[in-house]
T-cell receptor, first 112, second 114 residues
């Protein structure tokens, strides 16, 4: 049972480049979400999904796209990377909306 | 406007003593609260939760207290151990709302000294 798997663990992008952060869970959880963690800012919700085919915006969605074609996968796309998107990104999943969320190990992204 | 506030960025305690981490919230619709622990270079891990119908929940060395009238909750760790040194995040949700999301505080760095 791998839990929540994020890839890659580290990434350096140039301004304007695009990329996709991958997130997969094998717990058959309906709820998945993406957070970013910045120094002194805690965890801020980017996008979330309550099931396959259903996504919604969180607190800081600008510059990011998501889709949920399967229960297992919830990729986060950066369309045109900006230095302000330098952060650590966490993917999380949970069975019910208010139960404990399981987090991945994180992706440390640097945009230069 | 920050809806979940952890006003102490850091806390240092001696091994064996009690650690008390505090969290305040402003949204009266929040009715479910969770604490997560995070070690460096790892994802947060769930620690303990409490529903607004309770005022206390205990799990081993960890106890969470909820004061709804004050919109305040606290996490007590007794006795504190060096392995408890980590960043602790308070999170809250509105279980009756149409949107699912956890709102996190900024975290408190706990250091337990041997």
């Amino acid at each position: 049972n791998a839990g929540v798997t994020q890839t890659p663990k580290f990434q350096v992008l140039k301004t304007g480049q695009s990329m996709t952060l991958q997130c997969a869970q094998d717990m058959n959880h309906e709820y998945m979400s993406w957070y970013r963690q910045d120094p002194g800012m805690g965890l801020r919700l980017i996008h979330y999904s309550v099931g396959a085919g259903i996504t919604d915006q969180g607190e800081v969605p600008n510059g990011y796209n998501v889709s949920r074609s399967t229960t297992e996968d919830f990729p986060l796309r950066l369309l045109s990377a900006a230095p302000s998107q330098t952060s650590v990104y966490f993917c999380a999943s949970s069975y019910f909306r208010d139960t404990e969320a399981f987090f991945g190990q994180g992706t440390r992204l640097t945009v230069v | 406007d920050q809806q979940v506030k952890q006003n102490s960025p850091s806390l240092s305690v001696q091994e064996g003593r009690i650690s008390i981490l505090n969290c305040d919230y402003t949204n009266s619709m929040f009715d479910y609260f969770l604490w997560y622990k995070k070690y460096p270079a790892e994802g947060p891990t769930f620690l303990i939760s409490i529903s607004s119908i309770k005022d206390k929940n205990e799990d081993g060395r960890f106890t969470v207290f909820l004061n709804k009238s004050a919109k305040h909750l606290s996490l007590h760790i007794v006795p504190s151990q060096p392995g408890d040194s980590a960043v602790y995040f308070c999170a809250a949700s509105d279980s009756g709302g149409s949107n699912y999301k956890l709102t996190f505080g900024k975290g408190t760095l706990l250091t337990v000294n041997p």
